[in-house]
């Protein structure tokens, strides 16, 4: 409205002029006409009243902050399948090495745990921030059989319910759970741990490693070789995901595998949080305001009132 009333004075004023003086005259009256720069003081002038308005309305915008403490549980799957080479050297040891760069990824504060999976889920590590032991964890964890997904995902889900910060309050705790697919043994099936999960707001972010041509050989008595074929399967995986609310992601190389690492472990250090931001509009609202001012001071010694 405030534009509108503007741009009907300034065609109220040429025709007020035309009145009184020729128009073939008015350069020899004016050294020079500002032109179409006089109506940029009151252009910022009424961008930063627009700035105000919105900033009364107390905005509020969706920002990215750093989390302090949290509990991490790194379940990675130590299966014979694990062995396969179709990611090199093998499943097992892109894992363990993709893991060195999501220690020192994590922040500080937080607590790192590991659970190994096989026939059974095992407590390796319990949370701690020593990332030189964590490390030396996941560097000897050995391969064997079974893949007890639906137990690694409730014990982790046992364990984040019993960790406690600085101020004795319970902390946000994740679960990175590194698989090639399939489970097979437990006594608790992955979909129900995942309701476990969820019930608990604990996110199972699962990670598959491998492809669908992975093999395992392995020597038999005589001398003769056996192989094994074992695709990598991702619905199991994908199911637990969608039910805690985590992530499916895929890995099919040792480079893919270490580049997960580098965003899960960027996303676990950080969360998102609504606040509100009136300040920041308040803050513009006055800048605009003074520079509006600033330039009609100088360029027509004069302050312009919407």
Same mark, same amino acid.
């Given at each position: 409205?405030?534009?509108? #009333?503007?741009?009907?004075? !300034?065609?109220?004023?040429?025709?007020?002029?035309?009145?009184?003086?020729?128009?073939?005259?008015?350069?020899?009256?004016?050294?020079?006409? *500002?032109?179409?720069?006089?109506?940029? +003081?009151?252009?910022?002038?009424?961008?930063?009243?627009?700035?105000? #308005? #919105?900033?009364?309305?107390?905005?509020?915008? &969706?920002?990215?902050?750093?989390?302090?403490?949290?509990?991490? /549980?790194?379940?990675?799957?130590?299966?014979?399948?694990?062995?396969?080479?179709?990611?090199?050297?093998?499943?097992?040891?892109?894992?363990?090495?993709?893991?060195?760069?999501?220690?020192?990824?994590?922040?500080?504060?937080?607590? #790192?745990?590991?659970?190994?999976?096989?026939?059974?889920? /095992?407590?390796?590590? +319990?949370?701690?921030?020593?990332?030189?032991?964590?490390?030396?964890?996941?560097?000897?964890?050995?391969?064997?059989? $079974?893949?007890?997904?639906?137990?690694?995902?409730?014990?982790?889900?046992?364990? =984040?319910?019993?960790?406690?910060?600085?101020? $004795?309050?319970?902390?946000?705790?994740?679960?990175?759970?590194? %698989?090639?697919?399939?489970?097979?043994?437990?006594?608790?099936? *992955?979909?129900?741990?995942?309701?476990?999960?969820?019930?608990?707001?604990?996110?199972?972010?699962?990670?598959?490693?491998?492809?669908?041509?992975?093999?395992?050989?392995? &020597?038999? &008595? =005589?001398?003769?070789?056996?192989?094994?074929?074992? *695709?990598? @399967? *991702?619905?199991?995986?994908?199911?637990?995901?969608?039910?805690?609310? =985590?992530?499916?992601?895929?890995?099919?190389? %040792?480079? @893919?595998?270490? !580049?997960?690492?580098?965003?899960?472990?960027?996303?676990?250090?950080?969360?998102? !949080?609504?606040?509100?931001? &009136?300040?920041?509009?308040?803050?513009? %609202?006055?800048?605009?305001?003074?520079?509006?001012?600033?330039?009609?001071?100088?360029?027509?010694?004069?302050?312009?009132? +919407?």
């Amino acid at each position: 409205m405030l534009a509108a #009333v503007y741009v009907l004075a !300034e065609r109220r004023r040429g025709r007020l002029a035309a009145r009184f003086a020729n128009q073939a005259l008015l350069p020899n009256v004016i050294d020079s006409s *500002p032109g179409r720069r006089r109506h940029l +003081p009151l252009a910022i002038l009424l961008l930063g009243l627009a700035t105000l #308005v #919105v900033g009364v309305a107390r905005p509020h915008a &969706t920002i990215t902050v750093k989390r302090e403490e949290a509990t991490v /549980v790194r379940a990675p799957d130590t299966s014979r399948s694990m062995l396969a080479n179709d990611v090199a050297p093998t499943r097992l040891q892109a894992a363990r090495a993709a893991a060195t760069v999501f220690l020192t990824q994590v922040p500080k504060k937080f607590r #790192v745990g590991v659970i190994s999976i096989g026939t059974r889920a /095992v407590v390796a590590l +319990p949370p701690t921030t020593d990332r030189a032991l964590a490390a030396a964890t996941i560097a000897d964890l050995r391969p064997g059989q $079974g893949t007890a997904l639906g137990d690694a995902v409730l014990l982790a889900t046992r364990i =984040g319910r019993t960790e406690r910060a600085v101020d $004795g309050s319970v902390p946000p705790t994740s679960v990175l759970l590194i %698989s090639d697919g399939a489970a097979q043994g437990g006594s608790t099936t *992955p979909v129900a741990a995942a309701r476990t999960a969820r019930t608990a707001h604990i996110p199972v972010t699962t990670v598959l490693v491998g492809t669908p041509n992975g093999q395992v050989e392995r &020597t038999l &008595t =005589g001398g003769y070789r056996e192989i094994i074929r074992v *695709p990598a @399967d *991702p619905a199991t995986l994908r199911e637990v995901a969608r039910t805690t609310g =985590g992530q499916f992601l895929t890995a099919a190389t %040792s480079a @893919d595998l270490q !580049e997960v690492y580098r965003r899960l472990a960027s996303r676990l250090g950080h969360r998102s !949080e609504s606040r509100e931001i &009136t300040d920041v509009f308040g803050g513009g %609202s006055a800048a605009l305001l003074l520079v509006g001012g600033a330039f009609s001071a100088l360029w027509f010694r004069r302050i312009p009132v +919407p």
